[in-house]
């Protein structure tokens, strides 16, 4: 069973930056994919940003590249979305969620492909 909390949300001005957190319990938590997926208010949860079990792979939505970092810190067993130049639709709820048994060394934008998820952290950016 694999455990998510997600931290560091809130609100925020547009251009500014934040930075989540996803605490994971369970082991290994190095071998597990890991992702953050968001929903704004009206629409279906989209994906944000990806990476692999051993950090050496990401990938992002088009819409954050660029300005969002996702990295992991298996020590911690902790995921992070370095959020920068944010922008009003931005703003959702971010969830993390984490693939237990991924396969292969890729980093995984499909949400279908995660078995667990976080209770999620609402963003919102100003205009």
């Given at each position: ?5 997600e ?21 290994p ?12 208010p009206g629409?279906?949860?989209?994906f944000?940003?990806?990476i ?15 300005r ?7 020590a ?6 370095q959020?920068?130049?944010?922008k009003?639709?931005?703003?959702a ?8 048994n991924?396969?292969?060394?890729q ?6 492909e ?7 952290t609402q963003?919102?950016v100003?205009?």
């Open positions: 069973q694999v455990h998510l909390v931290s560091g949300g809130g609100l925020v001005q547009a251009g500014g930056s934040l930075r989540l957190s996803c605490a994971a319990s369970g082991r938590f190095s071998s597990y994919a890991m992702g953050w997926f968001r929903q704004a629409k279906e949860r989209e944000v940003a990806a692999n079990w051993s950090g050496s792979r990401t990938a992002y939505d088009d819409s954050v590249k660029g969002f970092t996702i990295s992991r810190d298996n911690k067993n902790t995921v992070y979305l959020m920068n130049s944010l009003p639709e931005d703003t709820v971010y969830y993390c969620a984490a693939d237990s991924p396969i292969g060394a980093a995984i934008i499909i949400s279908d995660y078995d667990y998820w976080g209770q999620g963003v919102i100003s205009s």
